[in-house]
């Protein structure tokens, strides 16, 4: 059974920090990954999807990575801005088709 | 098309009630999935549709849920006798069928309240 797991749990970062939030999960066989962004009482965002067969995708200040090897993604936020708070989501797609997803780094950026 | 659409945002409702949501995925997605979230939590899934036929169930979709999708086009969750540990966010998604692009848009969900 696939299990994600995203840490730290919250995070606080003065804005126009760089900062990365960390994903892992426990069973390759992906077929993709894909980052999501909520805010408080709203539904999902997607960010970026990343191909099993792909090392990375950019979008913007966003950069995520996978490493299905070591069984991690890294979402990299480059000068992050009060608007970035929100919680982040990753969740795998394997097999089945279903998303497995993490519980999420609630981020706070402080003006 | 804007998205992945859910009505209502919010329901509450007394315990025993009867209460149905309905999805409206993207126009051209073939597939469409229920997720329920609860506070703190990831998303977990429920159920999934390619077109109109219902592919897979998760073990939390208890009998008192059912869900439909019978033209291929919207979706219905009803959750019969509601009781107080179905409040949650009732999330939609859609995408087309595929492996590694296969990409999920999520609707702004349905909040659930049984009180």
């Not at chain 2, 919207?74 to 509601?82: G, K």
Request: a positive charge; one cysteine or more; proline letters at 4%.
């Amino acid at each position: 059974k696939q299990e994600v797991t995203q840490i730290p749990a919250a995070l606080s970062v003065p804005e126009g920090e760089n900062l990365v939030l960390n994903c892992s999960f426990t069973d390759s066989a992906i077929y993709n990954l894909q980052w999501f962004r909520q805010d408080p009482g709203k539904g999902l965002t997607s960010l970026l999807l990343i191909q099993s067969s792909q090392r990375e995708q950019t979008s913007g200040r966003l950069n995520a990575s996978l490493d299905k090897s070591s069984g991690r993604s890294t979402l990299y936020i480059a000068a992050s801005q009060p608007g970035d708070s929100a919680t982040y989501l990753c969740a795998a797609r394997a097999g089945s088709y279903q998303l497995t997803f993490g519980k999420g780094t609630k981020l706070s950026v402080i003006p | 098309d804007t998205g992945v659409s859910q009505d209502p945002r919010h329901k509450i409702t007394k315990r025993g009630q009867n209460v149905t949501f309905r999805c409206d995925p993207i126009s051209e997605h073939n597939r469409l999935y229920w997720y329920r979230q609860t506070l703190g939590q990831g998303p977990e899934f429920l159920t999934y549709f390619q077109n109109e036929a219902q592919l897979e169930k998760s073990r939390l979709l208890s009998d008192r849920f059912s869900a439909e999708r019978p033209k291929g086009s919207f979706s219905t969750l009803e959750i019969q006798r509601t009781e107080q540990g179905d409040s949650a966010m009732y999330l939609c998604a859609s995408s087309l069928v595929g492996r590694e692009n296969t990409e999920a848009f999520f609707g702004q969900g349905t909040r659930l309240t049984v009180v």
